[in-house]
């Protein structure tokens, strides 16, 4: 029998060398699971002397095995690519999950809201609309069912949240384009629908300020989740006004930038490295489409596969410890810097 004391599932999986959705599947149903993996677990089981919180999953099994995935807009290839992996994660630990889309819109998201507090889920990854949320029902939700937030945070709601760290996005991007030549003016829209937007322009006036440069925020009109109509209609408006007041664009996410990107082609602006193009442009997420842009797209990347793997692990724990946490979990990933031909 080892000394070393396990405190929950996920260590025990972490030292037995078994996959945690593994080790879930067979605490539920042990004849859920291949007689060889059966036996290593209870193998491990003996060496640890590890013994579940039964309490918590008799709780638990009280419960339905649905898990509620909830964004702002499915459409959106980056949702898209999160939800891909926490649903195979799900799935692999033996639960259902059911996928909601509030479509960018309040209404929708507290209706959302209200349908899965009905069907009393296990427990619910939830990216918010954010700025546009309504916080008093979110809160009200997040005190009735174990709740963990990704993507958009909301201090103090959820038992935990996972997401990027918007900051390492642009301290890249700035300094990498301004060690190779002119430094960046910042393109967002002038009400961002997501959050994230707001940090990542603090952070472009954080790192000009470091530089000790000139920072150049250019504002477009839109609202809404049509990124790359707003990019593009911006974008045009800026270029028919000789309005950029540097050659190196830095915009606030690459839906933005496949907009930007769409209106020089049509404006006749070379975008590249070369000098005998006319703009450099870069911005942020690495979105599934971002390398097929035409220049390829510079871009600093998500940890897609981190992101989603950690927060389904959270709400597993969170599942698994009755639905609460002793204190908030705030956990995140940085990105990294992929250089293509567009800067």
């Keep these: ?37 059966r036996a290593r677990i209870e193998a491990a089981i003996e060496q640890y002397d590890y013994r579940p919180n039964i309490y918590a999953m008799n709780q638990n099994r009280q419960l339905t095995k649905n898990i509620g995935v909830v964004v702002p807009y499915l459409a959106d290839p980056f949702f898209g690519e999160i939800v891909r992996v926490i649903e195979r994660r799900c799935i692999e630990a033996g639960f259902s999950p059911s996928l909601f889309s ?8 507290r209706d959302i809201l209200d349908t899965l507090r009905s069907l009393k889920p296990a427990g619910v990854l939830l990216a918010p609309l954010g700025r546009l949320s309504n916080k008093s029902a979110i809160e009200a939700f997040c005190r009735d069912v174990p709740t963990v937030l990704f993507d958009s945070n909301i201090e103090g709601m959820g038992e935990a949240f996972v997401g990027s760290d918007n900051y390492s996005f642009v301290s890249q991007t700035v300094e990498y384009l301004s060690r190779t030549g002119e430094p960046p003016c910042f393109f967002e829209m002038k009400h961002p629908a997501n959050p994230n937007a707001n ?20 504002q477009v009109d839109g609202t809404g989740w049509a990124f790359e109509e707003i990019g593009r209609n911006g974008a045009h408006d800026i270029l028919s006004r000789k309005a950029l007041p540097t050659h190196t664009v830095l915009c606030s996410n690459d839906r933005l930038a496949i907009g930007f990107l769409s209106a020089c ?29 035409c220049p390829a797209l510079t871009t600093a990347a998500h940890n897609y596969a981190s992101v989603s793997g950690h927060a389904v692990e959270t709400l597993f724990r969170l599942i698994e410890s009755g639905g609460r946490f002793q204190t908030r979990e705030e956990t995140l990933f940085a990105a990294h810097l992929i250089m293509r031909d567009s800067a």
């Design 1 to 37: 029998m080892s000394e070393r004391k396990i405190r929950n599932m996920e260590e025990f999986a972490s030292v037995s060398g078994i996959s945690r959705p593994t080790v879930s599947k067979y605490f539920n149903d042990p004849a859920s699971v291949r007689a060889s993996t």
């Design 102 to 109: 509030s479509h960018g819109e309040p209404e929708q998201e």
């Design 199 to 218: 940090k990542r322009r603090r952070a472009y006036l954080d790192m000009m300020e470091r530089l000790q440069l000139e920072p150049h925020v250019m």
């Design 265 to 293: 082609f049509e404006a006749g602006y070379k975008v590249g490295r070369g000098t005998d193009h006319d703009l450099r442009v870069a911005s942020h997420d690495d979105h599934p489409f971002s390398r097929y842009t």
